[in-house]
């Protein structure tokens, strides 16, 4: 079931799957995660958090305003593949579209490309690197 958390349930599941645990989870937070109209997503499985992610009001050029950055997109490993990060991230496209919202991007690494393409994200950027992170495409989705 998805259903919105606050910005600290998403810590140590971020930890977990995009830091490889290796930060404390509070080094997982990012400053726009209080922002105004930033929102987050969990999906609960048997009482347990197994996927996260949060989006923020975040314009990119040339796109304009009326935007919101998809960060944080986080699947426990043994829930992966079941189709979860799609409930989730199409549950926010569908609030953010009711809410009058533009368009959505994301930072995607390259792992994700696949991921996101499927949901209709296109790629808007050529390939870079986010130093500890690894290789990412900015990716972008319009909704409205």
């Not at 400053?31 to 999906?43: P, Q, V």
């Not at 009326?66 to 079941?82: D, H, K, S, W």
Request: hydrophobic share 40%.
């Amino acid at each position: 079931m998805v259903e919105f958390i606050n910005a600290d349930q998403t810590l140590s599941l971020r930890n977990i799957v995009l830091r490889d645990g290796l930060l404390t989870p509070d080094q997982c937070r990012f400053s726009e995660d209080a922002i105004e109209g930033a929102f987050h997503l969990g999906y609960m499985s048997d009482h347990q958090l197994v996927c996260v992610c949060s989006f923020v009001p975040n314009e990119l050029d040339p796109f304009g305003t009326a935007g919101f950055q998809l960060r944080g997109m986080a699947t426990a490993n043994e829930y992966r593949n079941r189709g979860i990060g799609n409930l989730i991230v199409n549950f926010g496209v569908l609030y953010l579209k009711g809410r009058k919202t533009k368009y959505v991007w994301c930072n995607a690494r390259r792992a994700a490309y696949g991921f996101y393409s499927g949901l209709g994200f296109e790629f808007i950027s050529e390939e870079f690197e986010i130093q500890g992170i690894g290789p990412h495409k900015k990716m972008y989705l319009k909704i409205s």
